[in-house]
């Protein structure tokens, strides 16, 4: 009788020691048994599938990022420090999001009530996010800075009034390295424009002033003459893309007109073509007879004429 008694205390109070019968047990042992094994078979298998979409997720990641290193034309080293940050930061979201989900299945197949949990989650998530504006603005900024492929460690870049090499980038902040030595750090989410002088290629500009009394289709011929073997020059010609442009005259000034001198180069020799250019053509045109005017020097002849013609009027003598 005791164990009757236990038994059926254990197995549901609705039974009594009268009607307990053991095919009336079996069925409460069968029905126990079920409830208790389908929730753990649940949860396996939401466990299975977890690992699953985790190895899926890697594996997916690291196929895509070295299908798009395989078609960049980039340095290695630069394009795979870009790509692992971002396979990194790809992965570990991905990562919180499958183990939150399946968390919360879990604690579901154990019988809890989640929509608490869910609603102080989502609580707390508005208030991290509004504290931290900033930092996700950041965050943001610094991602899709990697996966466009923006700049990178090595460029030259201007940020609005602030310019200089790229020594640090990851996915909250850029830091810049100025001519000066002097270090700028910038937060990815207020670079709204920028601007790479060292994408791919770059370009020499050489605007190269002269009088107006000289001859300008001489100074043309002087200027095609110094850059006709630029590419083969033991000096500048690794630099040297292509062949030097001279468009024409550029522009008038009160005591010059400027001519422009194009030169399509590797990136960050853009300079250093520049300073020795200038310096050619600085002696070029001296040995040509043809003068770069200066702030000083005496305007053209039509003003002087001008000033000749129409003298000032002299002030009368104030008497003792």
């Known amino acids: 009788m005791l164990t009757f008694a236990l038994l059926s205390a254990g197995l549901g109070a609705g039974f009594t020691q009268a009607t307990l019968t053991p095919d009336r047990i079996l069925s409460r042992l069968e029905s126990v048994a079920t409830d208790a094994v389908q929730p753990l078979l649940a949860i396996l298998v939401i466990v299975l599938i977890s690992f699953g979409l985790l190895r899926l997720l890697s594996s997916s990641v690291r196929t895509i990022m070295a299908r798009l290193m395989e078609r960049e034309d980039q340095p290695h080293r630069d394009l795979a420090l870009k790509a692992n940050t971002l ?18 299945m879990v604690l579901s197949k154990l019988g809890l009530n989640i929509a608490p949990l869910l609603a102080s989650a989502g609580v ?42 790229v020594e640090h980038l990851s996915l909250r902040r850029t830091g810049l390295r100025a001519t000066d030595g002097s270090v700028i750090v910038i937060p990815n989410g207020d670079i709204r424009a920028v601007t790479n002088m060292t994408k791919g290629w770059s370009r020499a500009v050489v605007d190269v002033p002269i009088s107006y009394e000289d ?15 630029l590419e083969d020059d033991p000096q500048l010609g690794d630099a040297v893309l292509g062949p030097a442009e001279i468009p024409g005259v550029e522009s008038f000034g009160p005591y010059q007109v400027t001519l422009r001198m194009l030169v399509k180069t590797r990136p960050m020799e853009q300079w250093r073509v520049q300073r020795e250019l200038r310096r050619r053509i600085k002696l070029a045109l001296a040995a040509a007879g043809i003068t770069i005017p200066y702030q000083g020097m005496t305007p053209p002849g039509p003003r ?17």
């Open 215 to 229: 001859d300008v289709d001489h100074a043309l011929e002087v200027l095609r003459g110094l850059v006709a073997t």
């Open 124 to 165: 707390v998530g508005i208030a991290i996010g509004l504290g931290a504006q900033s930092l996700i603005k950041d965050l943001i900024g610094g991602f899709f800075i990697l996966l466009e492929n923006q700049f990178g460690v090595g460029d030259v870049i201007t940020v609005g009034s602030y310019s200089g090499l």
């Open 87 to 104: 396979a990194h930061v790809i992965e570990s979201a991905g990562r919180v999001v499958i183990v939150v989900v399946a968390g919360m």
């Open 304 to 320: 002087a004429d001008l000033a000749a013609l129409h003298p000032l009027p002299r002030r009368p003598r104030r008497r003792a």
